[in-house]
């Protein structure tokens, strides 16, 4: 149950016990009643604005509302307080047993605690990582793969039916470029010396082992022969070749694509043609002259026409182009060909994670979407900042091995999945983010990896120590779940109940913003009330978790921390983190 969803139901169905007696008019919206949790814990554990949004339809004093409401909210059998507060706020006090049943739910339910069904099974499509086929993947790309494939672990939790989805941009002019490295490092396998590698070429070893295993297959069939007649090939095999290490990659993330999309196919079946036929018969394609750009003189522009998708008919500044001069395909072209295959597929629902960099992009593309399903598709695009390292306070900037930069498998190699994924998800994804070496290393409060998985650690070592000291006592979900919760009094052990009971509204609320972050500061502030209640039965010793004379409380806090386990490793999971069981 979230508690919030079921108090608000209640709200509404008191709401129209006085519309039945003629305090309020009937038939009103409640579309904007809301029940939260009030900003301070002292004011009560749920409150709703109900009197304040329903006072402009019914006509009434938000206060004449709020009091008749207040009094038949009381007589709810969970309800032991409710409380007008400011302009017609009413704050409710729930009881303990209420609290205590969501701990039931918790056991019952599992690790699968949050799941929801919310959004009902709809289909959507997110596309992440899709970086360029010509390299290992590097830090520039790890925000952005693990954003994408937190978000698609998010959405089907609340329900969505998924698909995860890698574009491969394999049909540009840098895909030349690398089949013309490799043609270099094929050379060089065959014992050629070919110097410094030419600026405007990849230059990391990467390429060393492909150009080898080119020429292993190939032996000297290429070397002498013309570029028109090699290049084909080479891009191909490297491609492929690429595409498999950035397959490695993104399983040293334990990140697994269902759909990987090549550009290039969208060339060689007609799929451009097709998506641009679709928008010309709809008379969204024209020839025309565009204004000169913003900050350009007269003299410096040339006026010429072109074949314009007309964008600005859906929200973009202006018109764009989809045909270069020379009669080929823009980039937009092919972009909007590879969202109609989409579309073709049944989305209707898509999130689009690119880089900072590609903002401008933005407005063209949800055009494109708007107009090729007639405006019943949406594209979310999101935006991940750069990643910046630092070690020793300093800035890490270059790799050996790739050339330019730090690739995501020595960043993983180093620190581990867990604690990539993690820190990846510290900020929200527009935000920048510093990815500090010595601190993630601390094991501290201040090392939030740290302080959650070592929450989960913990409560599977009480576990343990119960095995040995309590051997008999029944310990596992199905006896748990059976316990008496009764003796759960203290405030600490039931502000934990209640928030591990506000943990579905968490993911839902996640989920509607897109932004997984949140789990990150859920878990953390969920661990952080774990350990202060190991504090203080530290320092009070009849509020351990283990009172070897007193097997019911025992097994009642047994239960109190087996559901936090169970939540904690409900947001991992999102996260793709590992809920550890020893540190």
């Given at each position: 149950?979230?508690?919030?969803?079921?108090?608000?139901?209640?709200?509404?169905?008191?709401?129209?016990?006085?519309?039945?007696?003629?305090?309020?008019?009937?038939?009103?919206?409640?579309?904007?009643?809301?029940?939260?949790?009030?900003?301070?814990?002292?004011?009560?554990?749920?409150?709703?604005?109900?009197?304040?949004?329903?006072?402009?339809?019914?006509?009434?004093?938000?206060?004449?509302?709020?009091?008749?409401?207040?009094?038949?909210?009381?007589?709810?059998?969970?309800?032991?307080?409710?409380?007008?507060?400011?302009?017609?706020?009413?704050?409710?006090?729930?009881?303990?047993?209420?609290?205590?049943?969501?701990?039931?739910?918790?056991?019952?339910?599992?690790?699968?605690?949050?799941?929801?069904?919310?959004?009902?099974?709809?289909?959507?499509?997110?596309?992440?990582?899709?970086?360029?086929?010509?390299?290992?993947?590097?830090?520039?790309?790890?925000?952005?793969?693990?954003?994408?494939?937190?978000?698609?672990?998010?959405?089907?939790?609340?329900?969505?039916?998924?698909?995860?989805?890698?574009?491969?941009?394999?049909?540009?002019?840098?895909?030349?470029?690398?089949?013309?490295?490799?043609?270099?490092?094929?050379?060089?396998?065959?014992?050629?010396?070919?110097?410094?590698?030419?600026?405007?070429?990849?230059?990391?070893?990467?390429?060393?082992?492909?150009?080898?295993?080119?020429?292993?297959?190939?032996?000297?069939?290429?070397?002498?022969?013309?570029?028109?007649?090699?290049?084909?090939?080479?891009?191909?095999?490297?491609?492929?070749?690429?595409?498999?290490?950035?397959?490695?990659?993104?399983?040293?993330?334990?990140?697994?694509?269902?759909?990987?999309?090549?550009?290039?196919?969208?060339?060689?079946?007609?799929?451009?043609?097709?998506?641009?036929?679709?928008?010309?018969?709809?008379?969204?394609?024209?020839?025309?002259?565009?204004?000169?750009?913003?900050?350009?003189?007269?003299?410096?522009?040339?006026?010429?026409?072109?074949?314009?998708?007309?964008?600005?008919?859906?929200?973009?500044?202006?018109?764009?182009?989809?045909?270069?001069?020379?009669?080929?395909?823009?980039?937009?072209?092919?972009?909007?060909?590879?969202?109609?295959?989409?579309?073709?597929?049944?989305?209707?629902?898509?999130?689009?994670?690119?880089?900072?960099?590609?903002?401008?992009?933005?407005?063209?593309?949800?055009?494109?979407?708007?107009?090729?399903?007639?405006?019943?598709?949406?594209?979310?695009?999101?935006?991940?900042?750069?990643?910046?390292?630092?070690?020793?306070?300093?800035?890490?900037?270059?790799?050996?091995?790739?050339?330019n930069f730090v690739t995501l498998r020595e960043l993983v190699d180093e620190v581990g999945r867990d604690v990539v994924r993690f820190m990846m998800l510290t900020r929200k994804n527009d935000a920048p983010l510093d990815f500090?070496?010595?601190?993630?290393?601390?094991?501290?409060?201040?090392?939030?990896?740290?302080?959650?998985?070592?929450?989960?650690?913990?409560?599977?070592?009480?576990?343990?120590?119960?095995?040995?000291?309590?051997?008999?006592?029944?310990?596992?979900?199905?006896?748990?779940?059976?316990?008496?919760?009764?003796?759960?009094?203290?405030?600490?052990?039931?502000?934990?109940?209640?928030?591990?009971?506000?943990?579905?509204?968490?993911?839902?609320?996640?989920?509607?913003?897109?932004?997984?972050?949140?789990?990150?500061?859920?878990?953390?502030?969920?661990?952080?009330?774990?350990?202060?209640?190991?504090?203080?039965?530290?320092?009070?010793?009849?509020?351990?978790?283990?009172?070897?004379?007193?097997?019911?409380?025992?097994?009642?806090?047994?239960?109190?921390?087996?559901?936090?386990?169970?939540?904690?490793?409900?947001?991992?999971?999102?996260?793709?983190?590992?809920?550890?069981?020893?540190?």
């Amino acid at each position: 149950m979230n508690p919030y969803a079921y108090i608000r139901e209640q709200v509404i169905a008191m709401v129209g016990t006085l519309a039945d007696d003629g305090v309020l008019p009937k038939g009103l919206d409640f579309s904007n009643l809301s029940v939260e949790a009030p900003r301070d814990p002292s004011h009560g554990d749920v409150a709703t604005n109900a009197a304040l949004v329903l006072t402009k339809q019914a006509r009434m004093k938000p206060h004449d509302i709020a009091v008749p409401l207040a009094e038949r909210l009381a007589g709810l059998e969970q309800v032991v307080a409710a409380e007008i507060a400011g302009p017609g706020f009413i704050n409710l006090r729930l009881s303990n047993d209420f609290w205590r049943d969501r701990l039931g739910e918790v056991l019952a339910a599992g690790s699968a605690y949050g799941d929801s069904t919310m959004a009902g099974g709809e289909k959507i499509n997110i596309e992440y990582v899709s970086a360029n086929p010509t390299g290992p993947l590097h830090i520039g790309h790890v925000r952005g793969a693990v954003y994408g494939d937190a978000l698609a672990n998010l959405l089907a939790k609340v329900g969505h039916d998924v698909c995860k989805e890698y574009y491969i941009n394999d049909a540009g002019a840098q895909v030349d470029v690398l089949a013309r490295s490799l043609h270099l490092r094929y050379r060089e396998a065959l014992g050629e010396t070919i110097g410094e590698i030419p600026e405007g070429m990849y230059p990391g070893d990467y390429l060393v082992p492909v150009g080898q295993a080119m020429a292993a297959r190939d032996g000297d069939k290429w070397r002498s022969l013309a570029e028109a007649d090699w290049l084909e090939e080479f891009r191909r095999f490297a491609v492929a070749a690429m595409m498999d290490l950035v397959r490695g990659d993104l399983a040293r993330l334990g990140i697994e694509h269902q759909v990987f999309f090549s550009e290039d196919s969208l060339h060689k079946d007609g799929g451009i043609d097709r998506a641009l036929a679709t928008l010309q018969e709809k008379g969204l394609i024209y020839t025309g002259v565009l204004e000169p750009p913003k900050g350009k003189t007269p003299d410096d522009w040339e006026p010429r026409p072109q074949t314009l998708f007309k964008a600005s008919q859906f929200g973009d500044d202006v018109d764009r182009p989809i045909r270069k001069s020379d009669g080929s395909w823009t980039y937009f072209a092919a972009d909007i060909a590879y969202h109609h295959n989409k579309v073709e597929r049944g989305y209707r629902q898509m999130v689009d994670v690119w880089g900072a960099d590609h903002g401008g992009y933005i407005k063209r593309m949800k055009a494109a979407v708007r107009a090729l399903s007639d405006d019943q598709g949406q594209l979310d695009v999101r935006l991940c900042q750069m990643v910046r390292l630092l070690r020793g306070g300093k800035v890490v900037r270059m790799s050996k091995r790739a050339g330019n930069f730090v690739t995501l498998r020595e960043l993983v190699d180093e620190v581990g999945r867990d604690v990539v994924r993690f820190m990846m998800l510290t900020r929200k994804n527009d935000a920048p983010l510093d990815f500090d070496f010595d601190a993630t290393m601390e094991q501290s409060k201040d090392n939030p990896v740290f302080y959650v998985q070592y929450a989960h650690a913990r409560i599977h070592s009480v576990f343990r120590r119960v095995a040995e000291e309590l051997p008999d006592l029944p310990r596992n979900v199905e006896n748990l779940i059976m316990a008496d919760l009764s003796g759960l009094t203290d405030s600490a052990e039931l502000d934990l109940i209640k928030q591990m009971a506000s943990w579905p509204r968490a993911v839902e609320i996640a989920a509607q913003a897109r932004e997984p972050h949140r789990i990150s500061f859920y878990l953390n502030e969920l661990a952080s009330n774990f350990h202060a209640l190991w504090n203080k039965g530290n320092a009070d010793p009849q509020l351990r978790f283990i009172i070897t004379e007193d097997s019911d409380i025992t097994q009642a806090r047994l239960a109190l921390i087996q559901g936090v386990a169970f939540v904690l490793a409900s947001g991992l999971a999102v996260m793709g983190v590992e809920p550890v069981e020893v540190m």
